[in-house]
């Protein structure tokens, strides 16, 4: 069973557009992270969920809205897609405590 | 604020070979350091972590680190490294906030 799984696995779109990327986990986890992997493989927090309290939120363009209808989701909607959104999104969660965070395998953004 | 720092953007081994990867870090507490592995086109997956007690922490594949305080380190090291080791190794700090830092990643290749 895959621990943490995201949706889509590859997302190609025009500028301008509004997409969604989906993330669950089943491990239980109550804290969940969306991150962002640019071109050079830099990996930058984006935000951070507690059992679906938003508990960190890096400086992010307000055209990124996290939501997490339960402790198992946490969906990322971008809307107005610009250029330089194209990256890898990684979901990922972890148990308060433990701190070992497990990583989805990553949804590739390409904005034309 | 804590900040990683991985100096190696890249390192070449030849397969058998010793290795080590270097990370610093800054933080004003007592760190929980993680690293991770990302083979291409996958997502992270841990190697090992340290959160306290005996400084040398023995983690999957082989692979070793040690936490040294007085050096603000936690370098990676595997005595023999093969040619399914050739990723990308990102060293990461969390705070007992729950706030993830990564460093920028070293690549690792493999000689034959």
């Known amino acids: 069973d895959t621990a943490v799984s995201q949706t889509p696995k590859y997302l190609v779109t025009q500028m301008g557009n509004d997409k969604s990327i989906k993330c669950e986990q089943n491990?239980?986890?109550?804290?969940m992270y969306w991150y962002k992997q640019d071109s050079k493989k830099f990996l930058k927090i984006m935000f951070s969920y507690n059992n679906k309290e938003l508990i960190i939120n890096e400086t992010v363009p307000n055209r990124f809205s996290p939501k997490s209808p339960d402790k198992a989701h946490l969906n990322l909607h971008i809307n107005s897609l610009e250029l330089g959104d194209s990256a890898v999104y990684f979901c990922?969660?972890?148990?308060?405590?433990?701190?070992?965070?497990?990583f989805g395998p990553g949804t590739r953004l390409l904005v034309l | 604020a804590q900040s990683v720092t991985q100096p190696d953007i890249h390192i070449t081994v030849s397969e058998g070979a010793s290795l080590e990867l270097r990370c610093n870090y800054s933080?004003?507490?007592?760190?929980?350091l993680f690293w991770y592995v990302q083979s291409p086109g996958q997502g992270l997956q841990l190697l090992l972590k340290?959160?306290?007690?005996?400084?040398l922490v023995q983690g999957i594949k082989g692979f070793e680190a040690e936490f040294k305080r007085s050096q603000s380190s936690f370098n990676l090291r595997k005595p023999s490294v093969h040619w399914s080791d050739a990723a990308e190794y990102f060293c990461a700090l969390n705070t007992n906030a729950g706030k993830s830092t990564f460093g920028d990643g070293t690549t690792l290749t493999v000689k034959p």
């Open positions: 491990l239980g986890h109550d804290t």
């Open positions: 933080y004003g507490a007592t760190p929980y």
């Open positions: 990922a969660s972890s148990q308060p405590g433990q701190e070992t965070q497990y």
């Open positions: 340290y959160f306290s007690g005996d400084t």
